[in-house]
């Protein structure tokens, strides 16, 4: 659509807002027959319903598919849950949130911070009985039946659920504040420039042992190749003076704790698991000071 035309790409964006707002508010869904063209064209036009999973999801790309006409919604859940907790309901969707939980789960938040984030721990039929001929590594997770995700995050008043990071990759920046390294790469997943970015500690004081919030970025091949045919030699300055630009953008949208104070700019692809997440542990000692 964008490329038929400013106009019309604008016309199209106000007309998704209009159906976003009368499916949110009204509960009426006009954009399934308004943007049926569209929706054919990507063959989801005969899909009943949407779950995304395994992986954050931007609260734009959640929004924009509902505006589309798409019941388009986000859940939560692990391995050792067989394996889903949550799910949004498609009549009351919150963006930013993974839902509520399913019946017979129950949910406790430990050691919130003063913002409410702590690590989910969740109970009930669906918890695994433990990892096969593995009792310490179960130990580890499993008390009295409760499993400690190492997911860290908090639940509003109405019962839906936030996620923030893993416990694990917590980054302590001067002043002793938390930062979650997922809740800032999510800001970079629309960038069509970048292929994969992973947000790290660096150790700023070793005093206090504060940490600066370093992002390595590796561009998509796409436009690494369109970079150096049209500037040749110069691709590689090019590609890293947008890269920081893009850095920049984000960086306004984010508290003054949670800004990107150091970008590196990588040649190669970094390390990904089976299920496309990067190894960050491995990440970071490849790229350590």
């Known amino acids: 659509v964008r490329e038929k035309g400013v106009v019309l790409y604008g016309v199209i964006r106000f007309l998704m807002g209009v159906s976003g707002l009368l499916k949110k508010i009204f509960k009426v869904n006009v954009g399934k027959k308004m943007f049926g063209f569209l929706l054919k064209k990507l063959s989801l036009d005969k899909n009943r319903i949407c779950i995304s999973g395994g992986g954050p999801l931007p609260a734009s790309t959640f929004q924009m598919f509902n505006e589309l006409g798409i ?13 889903i907790t949550h799910l949004n309901p498609t009549e009351a969707y919150i963006e930013t949130s993974v839902g509520k939980k399913i019946p017979q789960t129950e949910v406790k938040i430990v050691s919130p911070d003063t913002e409410g984030n702590g690590i989910i ?26 499993l400690n995700t190492g997911d860290v995050g908090h639940q509003d008043a109405q019962g839906y659920l936030y996620l923030t990071g893993r416990a694990k990759n917590i ?19 629309l960038y069509s420039e970048i292929d994969t970015i992973c947000v790290l500690g660096y150790l700023v004081d070793k005093k206090t042992k504060s940490e600066g919030i370093r992002a390595l970025v590796y561009p998509a091949e796409k436009y ?15 590609i890293e003076e947008r890269i ?30 089976s299920t496309k997440k990067v190894k960050r542990f491995v990440v970071a000692q490849k790229y350590k000071d």
């Open 71 to 83: 019941d388009f919604v986000q859940g939560y859940g692990l391995t050792e849950t067989s394996p």
């Open 121 to 146: 721990y969740i109970k009930g039929p669906m918890v695994m009985q433990g990892y096969y001929n593995n009792q310490e590594a179960t130990d580890e997770v499993l008390s009295d039946g409760w």
């Open 171 to 189: 980054i302590v920046t001067d002043g002793g504040k938390n930062v979650f390294p997922e809740e800032i790469e999510d800001h970079f997943q």
């Open 224 to 238: 690494r190749d369109e970079m150096t045919k049209e500037h040749g030699d110069q691709a590689k300055q090019k």
């Open 244 to 273: 920081q630009h893009i850095i920049s953008e984000v960086n306004k949208e984010l508290q003054s704790y949670k800004k990107i104070t150091r970008v590196t700019v990588v040649d190669e692809p970094l390390e990904m698991t």
